[in-house]
């Protein structure tokens, strides 16, 4: 659903839109233009996702950069991860290769745009009531590529499934929210919730929620509705796939076909993609994207993100986890230092809680915590440890966090601290140290909406409440928030949330990192997307190759 809230002019039916859209694309315009146009005359698109008050959102097709697409052509992509676990099966999915390819060959529910916000899909629409109630009406004439028609039994087994605990879905516990999902007709799902949730059509987007056929349970290839067809699969060495002609998206993909490898080493990917080995890989060092875009062939491409490596100051530890001294170590935190020096500019400063500037939820107005070594050094004294010896674990496994240990160390020496630093292997850093210490590191990648993050690293009793901060106020609001549905008084909610994390909350978030990939300019209609590199791993079926 939309956060844009306004009076509607003239109301066009799908149809409608599409033939209006058409033509104007005919006289040579441009998607995006054509809709900023119908958008600008009072036209309002009900292809365009916008929220009517009847809680109702229709399908988007998101506008293709400038320049006219071109069909044909192969490439070959490379993602930093891959292994033998590598799956075809959306729910198993865990890697960047592994999201890559199930975008290829499934499609979902619902789909984000660039700025996150839901938008239908493989539904045409849906509606809701009370944020509990959840109808889907499927779209017409979608096929899988055998030729089956989707119908809403594939939807309920490819949602409920994820509640087997057998089945090892990484999303399960998301999906447990699931009270009931039941087809109300061969076009038409309704789920139930156990609790209002606002974000479901959020959390129906990722690629774990992606639709398979009903009673699928062999995935030794993919068959989905996705823009490619799988003709060869091999784990942990590579995947192929080739267009479908039949593509629930007129027009769309653009390519022939399609191959995603690993090469986890970062100076390999570089060398092969400027060497023309492949055309395209995420996961990009900084220090890499200057000789890249030297080539004068090839480009790099940031895409913002609310990727992070935060400073953990454990809550329940003595004597870290004193309000003072936690505001001691944020406050020797230099945002712009980490910024220019760590991450070579290709970070955004943070403010000390997860919702990055540019989100839809981002509070406005927060002062920004700046670095302050006379206000650091006068918490410390009020946490009466000046003097004192601290360890503070980091490692290379947490982006960034080894010279960040080292800039503090630097500036703890000022003031009267003797911070040790304590560099631990990346390997077993997850399970032997993380939150294990009075003072560490985390790394939190991106999640599609505000709610996910709150709840599974700040919430209370959270798995992942990394600083073991408890605050029975921000629960109270993380609860209000995910039920509600209007979208003014949501955002409120969550910017609470956020002064809340910023000022009492057991974590420092000094930036949010860029995420790097790097391209063949010969590739068009490449684009950012928030929750991750290769266009949050969906790239797909947006790209073309120039003649």
Not at 178 to 191: G, L, M, Q, T, Y
Request: some cysteine; charged content about 20%.
């Amino acid at each position: 659903m939309n956060n844009k809230h306004k009076e509607f002019g003239a109301m066009l039916n799908p149809a409608e839109s599409e033939r209006i859209l058409n033509a104007a694309m005919g006289r040579g315009m441009s998607r995006r233009d054509a809709l900023r146009m119908m958008g600008a005359t009072g036209v309002v698109i009900t292809g365009s996702g916008l929220l009517g008050a009847s809680g109702a959102a229709q399908a988007q097709t998101p506008a293709p950069a400038a320049g006219t697409p071109k069909r044909g052509g192969k490439i070959r992509a490379a993602a930093h991860t891959t292994s033998t676990s590598d799956t075809l099966d959306p729910c198993k999915g865990a890697t960047a290769v592994d999201y890559t390819r199930h975008n290829m060959f499934y499609s979902g529910l619902t789909e984000l745009d660039t700025k996150l916000v839901p938008h239908p899909a493989l539904a045409e629409e849906f509606t809701h009531e009370g944020a509990k109630v959840w109808r889907f009406k499927l779209r017409k004439g979608v096929t899988f590529h055998d030729g089956k028609p989707l119908t809403a039994q594939d939807v309920v087994f490819s949602l409920l499934r994820h509640q087997d605990a057998a089945l090892g879905s990484k999303v399960r516990s998301v999906a447990m929210q699931f009270e009931a999902v039941k087809a109300i007709s061969p076009s038409e799902v309704e789920v139930t919730l156990t609790v209002a949730n606002a974000d479901l059509p959020v959390i129906l987007a990722a690629s774990h929620f992606l639709i398979i056929k009903d009673a699928t349970t062999a995935f030794m290839t993919a068959v989905g509705t996705g823009p490619y067809k799988c003709k060869e699969f091999r784990a942990g060495v590579r995947s192929v796939g080739v267009r479908n002609e039949n593509f629930w998206k007129p027009g769309k993909p653009y390519l022939d076909e399609i191959e995603i490898i690993g090469i986890p080493d970062e100076a390999a990917r570089v060398n092969a993609l400027l060497s023309g080995d492949i055309h395209l890989m995420n996961n990009m060092n900084p220090r890499s994207a200057q000789r890249v875009n030297a080539s004068g062939t090839h480009a790099s491409m940031e895409t913002k993100s609310s990727l992070y490596t935060d400073l953990i100051i454990r809550q329940n530890a003595t004597p870290a986890g004193s309000e003072d001294f936690t505001l001691a170590m944020k406050y020797m935190l230099d945002r712009e230092q980490i910024r220019d020096a760590v991450y070579r500019g290709f970070a955004t400063v943070g403010n000390d809680h997860p919702i990055q500037p540019g989100h839809r939820y981002y509070v406005e107005g927060l002062p920004q915590r700046a670095y302050d070594l006379d206000k650091a050094k006068f918490h410390l004294e009020k946490a009466g440890l000046v003097g004192a010896t601290m360890p503070i674990v980091c490692t290379p496994a947490a982006e960034g966090s080894v010279d960040m240990a080292a800039l503090l160390q630097q500036s703890a020496q000022k003031i009267g601290l003797n911070l040790t630093v304590n560099r631990v292997p990346a390997d077993g850093y997850w399970s032997n140290h993380w939150m294990k210490h009075p003072l560490g590191f985390g790394n939190i990648n991106p999640r599609p909406s505000a709610d996910l993050i709150f709840t599974q690293f700040f919430q209370s009793d959270a798995a992942w409440n990394e600083s073991g901060w408890k605050n029975p106020q921000f629960d109270q609001l993380l609860l209000q928030a995910r039920a509600e549905s209007d979208e003014a008084k949501r955002k409120k909610l969550y910017g609470d949330m956020q002064v809340l994390v910023h000022e009492k909350g057991g974590v420092g978030i000094p930036t949010f990192i860029s995420f790097i990939d790097g391209y063949d300019k010969r590739i068009q209609g490449y684009g950012s997307v928030p929750l991750g590199g290769l266009m949050g791993y969906a790239f797909a079926e947006h790209i073309w190759l120039a003649a």
